[in-house]
């Protein structure tokens, strides 16, 4: 149980279409992360929330991303128009309040085709 | 400049070895310090946090150097189970990611 729980797990989409990722801590984290990894590479930070806030993003989140925590727990992470490129593990991540514990979602697999 | 920055590897190294790797970050700030372990397409598991007074787990061994600023990953006699990617992870609000480094112990 890695408290944090990442829907969908695998998704296989054809270029052009929209996807969306949730990201369910399983209880309230002030602070929640998302990244993107390609194979061999180690996960590069897309945006992250404390609370309802989004307070950076990536100038990886290019306008076809949009991440949302409307009630500052669970986050959403819509990817439009998706391009091969796309194709990446996208995880999520939630810190405790101490700053000193990490909790990863398994993550959700993207394969554009 | 990267944030973070790790030496890729791989290391390959017979089992019982010793293997030691570095990594480097840049924000003077940053606040804590973890080394995770990744295996292949699965999600960063929390290997060991590190902590400035250095820090061992069995057989591993983490240090900080916060003057030079980076921190080191030891592992003594390894284990066939050890081959996997090292993340180093940097909480500077932003949570930076090396790239990995990359541990391939062979029999």
């Known amino acids: 149980d890695t408290g944090v729980s990442q829907d969908p797990r695998h998704k296989i989409t054809k270029r052009g279409q929209n996807v969306t990722f949730r990201c369910d801590p399983i209880s309230e984290h002030n602070r929640l992360y998302w990244y993107r990894q390609t194979l061999g590479q180690g996960p590069e930070f897309l945006t992250y929330?404390?609370?309802?806030?989004?307070?950076?993003k990536s100038r990886l989140l290019s306008d076809r991303f949009s991440a949302e925590r409307p009630k500052g727990s669970f986050s959403t992470l819509e990817i439009q128009r998706t391009e091969q490129g796309d194709s990446a593990m996208y995880l999520c991540?939630?810190?405790?309040?101490?700053?000193?514990?990490?909790?990863f979602g398994e993550g959700s697999w993207l394969t554009v085709v | 400049r990267k944030e973070v920055e790790q030496d890729p590897g791989p290391f390959n190294v017979p089992e019982g070895a010793t293997v030691a790797f570095n990594c480097t970050y840049s924000n003077s700030a940053s606040q804590s310090f973890f080394w995770y372990r990744q295996d292949c397409r699965k999600e960063p598991k929390l290997l060991m946090s590190v902590y400035s007074s250095g820090n061992e787990d069995g057989r591993f061994t983490a240090q900080l150097n916060r003057a030079s600023q980076y921190i080191s990953l030891l592992i003594r006699d390894s284990k066939l189970s050890d081959s996997a990617t090292y993340l180093c992870v940097v909480n500077d609000y932003k949570l930076s990611f090396g790239a990995g480094t990359t541990v391939t112990v062979r029999a």
């Open positions: 991540a939630i810190v405790m309040g101490d700053g000193n514990t990490i909790y």
């Open positions: 929330f404390q609370n309802e806030a989004q307070l950076e």
